[in-house]
């Protein structure tokens, strides 16, 4: 029985003990001593714990709710979504016998805590193993401050191997370059408003602040086009890929009236999508292959539109458009996912596979193929360091029907599947 195996029946196992310590069921020394020792061998353990302490479903309830789904198919979904067999053959101390887990209402208070917590475990385990373990040949890194700035005469400049300081002026504005961000800084010496491109491909990130003090953190494969300065009553950018903003507050020439921040949505199905905002921090995805384009909202108020469609977003909400859907909302958006690249972190939340290499795509630089049927039914969450090699990322999500092959030279990476 491998490793991911023994988690499976461990969590449950702890499960059950979760559930009738909270229930104010008797449990034997022996279970007493291995509970115990489970919740004091970590933080996280302890806060599990906790959790479960706290249900506040009175047992009668959970009991009821136990008599109305098939226990043996909950299990079996359970270990068929880890891709492991949970009628596995064992050899016990009493000879082989064959493992057929039936959750009692205990584990089915405690299920989604316990494969939490084995999706902790086994993030937290590969990880570790990676950073300690040999490099893998030919492994990949993840994306680093790589950009170009495309000047309104047509040159370029790459970002990553310019040098801290002055890079050119544009417009009588001054392009100055450090540590991974751009910066417009007025000179004085006002001119012709030029436009400027900022463009990250597959594995690079960068940072920008325009004329107006607003800051805009640039994911890969993303580009933003912006003017040198922004004289009208209008302040209009246009984006294509993803992007988080920190919009600045500006007032109009009378002093009084703000004017208005207008990002255009540049993409395959974004043509026409604007997003307009006076002053607030919020989140584009606009990437050509994703199903939808998306707006979250931290602070402010943002208008999303496209077409004759609109939707009013306050903090924490969401507006998602899409061919076949429009305009959907989200009243209660997984923020910390939604911007955790852009404090360092690749976040999945509920993601499937084709969608997690998506992701790697765009992160690492690579292709992506598969091999065999496509995963379906798989999902994860968690988050992983930005900062983490490939194999480090791809060792998160391995189960015994999933793997995947690195090619680093060939930039390729190989989905191979063995489910149904």
């Known amino acids: 029985m491998d490793m991911h195996q023994e988690e499976a029946e461990f969590a449950l196992y702890i499960g059950n003990l979760l559930f009738k310590s909270a229930d104010n069921q008797p449990l034997t020394e022996k279970e007493m001593q291995d ?44 270990f068929h979504t880890l891709g492991l067999d949970h009628t596995a053959d064992r050899v016990t101390g009493h000879g082989k016998r064959r493992l057929v887990y039936r959750l009692t209402a205990a584990a089915a208070i405690v299920l989604l805590i316990a494969s939490a917590w084995m999706f902790t475990q086994r993030r937290g385990r590969a990880l570790s193993e990676a950073t300690v373990s040999d490099p893998v040949r030919n492994d990949v890194a993840p994306a680093g401050n790589r950009a170009i700035l495309t000047l309104s005469d047509g040159s370029r400049i790459e970002l990553d191997s310019a040098k ?79 992007a988080y903003f920190e919009v600045a507050q500006a007032v109009g020439k009378d002093g009084h009236d703000r004017v208005p921040f207008i990002v255009k949505i540049n993409s395959s199905k974004g043509n026409g999508a604007e997003v307009q905002v ?58 910390e996912s939604i911007v955790a690249w852009k404090n360092g972190l690749q976040a999945f939340h509920e993601a499937d596979i084709p969608s997690i ?11 992506v193929d598969y091999q065999g049927a496509q995963p379906d039914g798989l999902t994860f969450s968690g988050e992983v360091p930005g900062d983490v090699n490939l194999s480090q990322l791809l060792k998160v999500f391995e189960t015994s029907a999933l793997h995947f092959q690195i090619d680093g030279a060939g930039h390729k990476v190989t989905v191979v599947y063995h489910g149904k």
């Not at 998506?358 to 630089?365: G, I, L, P, S």
């Open 357 to 367: 290499m998506r992701h790697v795509e765009r992160w690492y630089d690579v292709k």
């Open 164 to 242: 801290n300081g002055a890079l050119t002026r544009q417009g009588g504005v001054n392009v100055m370059n450090k540590n991974g961000e751009v910066s417009y800084q007025d000179a004085g010496s006002p001119a012709a408003v030029v436009y400027n491109t900022m463009s990250t491909l597959r594995g690079g990130k960068y940072q920008l602040t325009l004329p107006d003090g607003t800051r805009i953190w640039l994911n890969a494969e993303s580009s933003v086009r912006f003017p040198s300065a922004f004289t009208g009553q209008r302040r209009e950018i246009e984006l294509s890929g993803e």
């Open 35 to 78: 509970l115990e020792l489970w919740r004091n061998s970590s933080p996280l353990h302890q806060e599990i714990f906790q959790d479960a302490k706290d249900y506040p479903a009175p047992a009668e309830e959970l009991r009821l709710l136990n008599r109305q789904y098939d226990p043996d198919q909950a299990v079996s979904d359970l």
């Open 278 to 335: 006076l002053g607030t921090h919020f989140n584009i995805m606009a990437y050509n292959n994703e199903h939808a384009l998306e707006t979250t909202l931290l602070e402010g108020s943002v208008l999303f539109n496209k077409g004759t469609e609109n939707i009013l977003l306050k903090p924490g909400q969401q507006g998602r458009w899409s061919e076949d859907e429009h305009m959907k909302f989200d009243g209660n958006a997984d923020i």
